[in-house]
């Protein structure tokens, strides 16, 4: 108690509240703390059910045992100095997680050595928090305190509030009075009308920041700072500069700000957060703890219910963003790796779970998380696993809309499943997606089981990595990961998409122009888009297709291009592995040298160059022990490159992945057909290489006219006609078109056959 004491005399507080705090009970008759995401009715619950709900007990040990290796250690509170993943900044992401678990442990077990702690943590925080100016490090455009950004900053009060109200009636209430004025207050109001840049966007940086001012405003009864969360800052009260990428003030459409028009804008009504499904899993954790204490503490707003059950909705979406292995498709900007094992998605399945119509689905996911919130809706899932409720969460093919309103594009996954043997098509036609998007409309990747077979490059970034720029965005994210090229779409005359402009970007989209996936073995998603390049239009429609005696499904990809004036156009495919045969003669050059000098192209290197010289081109490639072909309609003179990320880079920041280029040159239309397809195996133990030819044996392009393209893809076995009706989408328009002196007749915006 004598560093405690001493802390509290340099206050000048009251002293004689000290001898007594150990002697305090847990009583619920002191304004009913614990009150935001642990209750006083949730706890006495929760301690009546320990030691007979194996997961709870289980997780919750794991908190023991971290939280009492830390008590063992000295308090350490350093005065901030370092980037991301710097001892100071790991130190205090350390302390807001450990005290935050401290919290628990002291509501579960009564064990007031966990409240000690977090006092005591706390009185060094408000001891050194009015002394602290802005982050030494310069590096963001809202520099924190504790941390080199305010996100961080946040982050430890959203944290730190949840431990704080589980010890704010066991605190004297001089003390509380204490921590409230010289820490707690200030810190709220330091990250809302001190750094409004930051607190009034409607990013997911600032619904960290709006959470972490109305949870602790939740924790003092604070209505002005909740409703300051909530509502945003009013813009008669702060100077605020219209301003845009990273860095200003971005309301919704409406000029609103706060947590409720970060459901409003970002969230589109199927629950896709426009950012993409990386930062959709970081802010959920800050969207659903605040929605949890909100309905503890606030019923009445119904905030559940807000946007029609948006956030519920947005966990299933986040849910189906997801490869076999349950990691995150990686679109706009995001790392790859990152999965619903996450802890925010272990909450968010366990609030969605409980607060939603308890889907026995997502028990399943529960169940491979192999841990739960330490709560009452963490609870309710142990249970539920415990007495075996779990039922298997079949992610389906689906179309996520983007928007506000749902009418900003959107994303289309097509998926195959047979026993353990998956296939996933992920084609992204949505909005830009606010400072994390990346300029690749009509973009695609694809998955086999899991594993990446055509991929999305991701971010450019060491996430708390020290050594690699502190942690944050490498400059290579903007040089070449946001670049068209670095994705597998369409780029004209070696120039992103808008340019590269944020601005422009921002204001457009691409639209849907047929989604259908009622039948399981002609899967079909198709989407324009008309502003990326002023005078073009581009249009791709992508198939996974498995007729009867396919022995896997094969993705048939047409892209049209129309423009006003002759373009060179770019097709890249972002493949894995080794290649093993092509059809078409290429050259390797001596020295290599990039393709380009910007819009990404610089940091392409030219490995080798060829002639397509037939109508239809193969390439082949090994990856995991599996074989793929792409199989490409071409015209003689297209020219087919293969190029290699990594020139211009000399940190080493990029990584070394090779693609393949299809280039047209001096076109004003254009269609790019072509079928991929996983068609055999082999097996280093028995070298052994079953069917390690493509069963495709050409694609060509039969018909293109303004209204209609039709396909040819032949096989060994069958030949298989696709005719696209490239504007009319109607399912109950009558089609007449002839090909070859033959007249086909169908109804609605395709036509698919195979004969033999």
């Keep these: 108690m004598n560093n405690y004491l001493k802390l509290f005399f340099l206050a000048v507080l009251i002293t004689s509240c000290a001898k007594n705090s150990k002697e305090l009970p847990v009583d619920a008759s002191n304004d009913q703390h614990p009150n935001l995401i642990l209750t006083t009715k949730s706890v006495s619950e929760i301690k009546s059910k320990l030691g007979k709900v194996p997961l709870f007990d289980a997780t919750l040990e794991k908190a023991k045992q971290a939280v009492d290796a830390a008590l063992e250690k000295e308090i350490a509170v350093p005065i901030p100095k370092d980037m991301a993943g710097g001892y100071t900044h790991t130190q205090h992401k350390i302390n807001y ?13 009564g064990d007031q050595k966990y409240a000690i702690y977090i006092r005591d943590m706390l009185l060094e925080y408000a001891k050194m928090f009015p002394t602290l100016p802005r982050h030494p490090q310069m590096r963001s455009y809202a520099r924190g305190k504790i941390f080199w950004q305010c996100l961080n900053d ?82 008669e009260d702060v100077d605020l500069k219209a301003k845009d990428n990273d860095g200003g003030f971005i309301f919704d459409k409406d000029g609103k700000a706060g947590f409720l028009a970060n459901l409003d804008s970002p969230f589109s009504p199927d629950g896709f957060y426009t950012e993409g499904p990386y930062y959709q899993r970081y802010a ?9 204490a909100l309905q503890n503490k606030k019923p009445d707003l119904k905030i559940f219910e807000y946007k029609e059950g948006v956030l519920m909705k947005a966990v299933d979406a986040l849910l189906n963003l997801t490869d076999a292995d349950g990691e995150f498709f990686p679109l706009n900007d995001g790392q790859k790796g990152m999965s619903y094992y996450t802890a925010s998605l272990v909450s968010a399945v366990d609030i969605a779970y409980y607060y939603g119509n308890q889907d026995p689905a997502l028990l399943s996911v529960a169940k491979k998380q192999n841990k739960v919130q330490l709560d009452i809706t963490g609870l309710r899932v142990a249970e539920a696993l415990s007495t075996n409720k ?150 791709r429609t992508m198939i996974m297709v498995k007729d009867a005696n396919d022995a896997k499904p094969y993705i048939i990809d047409v892209n049209r291009v129309q423009s006003n ?83 211009n880079d000399p940190e080493f920041n990029l990584r070394k ?96 056959k195979s004969t033999k």
């Design 565 to 647: 004036k002759a373009h060179t156009f770019d097709l890249p495919h972002y493949y894995f592995g080794q290649i093993i045969a092509t059809n078409f003669a290429y050259q390797t050059p001596k020295q290599l040298l990039p393709l380009g000098k910007k819009y990404g192209y610089q940091h392409l290197w030219n490995e080798g160059m060829g002639i397509a010289n037939v109508e239809s081109i193969q390439f082949t490639w090994l990856h995991h022990q599996k074989f793929y072909t792409i199989t490409a309609a071409t015209q003689k003179e297209d020219e087919i490159l293969f190029a290699r990320i990594g020139a």
């Design 154 to 235: 946040s982050n430890w009060l959203v944290y730190t509030s949840q431990a704080y109200d589980c010890i704010y009636s066991w605190l004297p209430k001089e003390q509380s009075d204490y921590l409230n004025k010289t820490l707690f207050r200030p810190y709220a109001d330091f990250l809302s009308v001190e750094t409004p840049q930051y607190f009034n966007r409607v990013h997911n940086h600032s619904t960290w920041g709006n959470v972490a001012v109305g949870m602790i405003g939740l924790v003092m009864n604070d209505d002005e700072l909740v409703n300051r969360a909530l509502y945003g800052l009013k813009k």
């Design 284 to 292: 959920m954790y800050p969207f659903l703890i605040f929605a949890e």
């Design 97 to 109: 997680a450990t005290m935050h678990k401290a919290g628990i442990l002291f509501q579960l077990t």
């Design 657 to 752: 992945d090779p693609t393949l280029i299809i280039r047209k040159q001096a076109a004003k239309k254009a269609v790019f057909a072509s079928v991929i397809a996983s068609h055999g195996t082999y097996n280093p133990v028995t070298e052994k290489a079953d069917n390690a030819y493509t069963p495709i044996e050409s694609v060509k392009v039969l018909v293109d006219t303004k209204a209609y393209t039709a396909i040819e893809v032949v096989t060994s076995e069958k030949n298989s006609l696709l005719i696209l009706s490239n504007e009319d989408n109607a399912s109950d328009t009558m089609h007449r078109v002839t090909i070859n002196n033959k007249d086909y007749r169908f109804q609605g915006a395709y036509y698919y």
């Design 390 to 539: 779990e039922k298997p969460f079949i992610k389906q093919s689906m179309e996520l809309s983007d928007g506000s309103q749902g009418d900003e594009g959107g994303i289309g996954i097509l998926r195959h499943q047979k026993k353990d043997e998956t296939l996933a098509l992920v084609f992204k036609y949505s909005a830009q997606g606010l400072s994390h998007g990346h300029y690749d409309k009509l973009s695609f990747s694809l998955y086999e089981n899991g594993e990446e077979v055509l991929q999305d490059y991701g971010l450019s970034r060491f996430v708390n990595v020290e050594q690699k720029n502190g942690g944050g965005y490498l400059k290579e994210n903007k040089t070449f990961a946001k670049q068209t090229i670095a994705h597998n779409t369409i780029v004209q005359d070696q120039t992103s998409h808008f340019k590269y402009d944020f601005a422009t970007g921002s204001k457009n989209h691409s639209d849907k122009y047929l989604f259908d996936v009622s039948n399981p073995d002609f899967q079909i998603v198709s989407a324009k888009e008309i502003n990326a390049y002023p005078g073009t239009e581009l249009h």
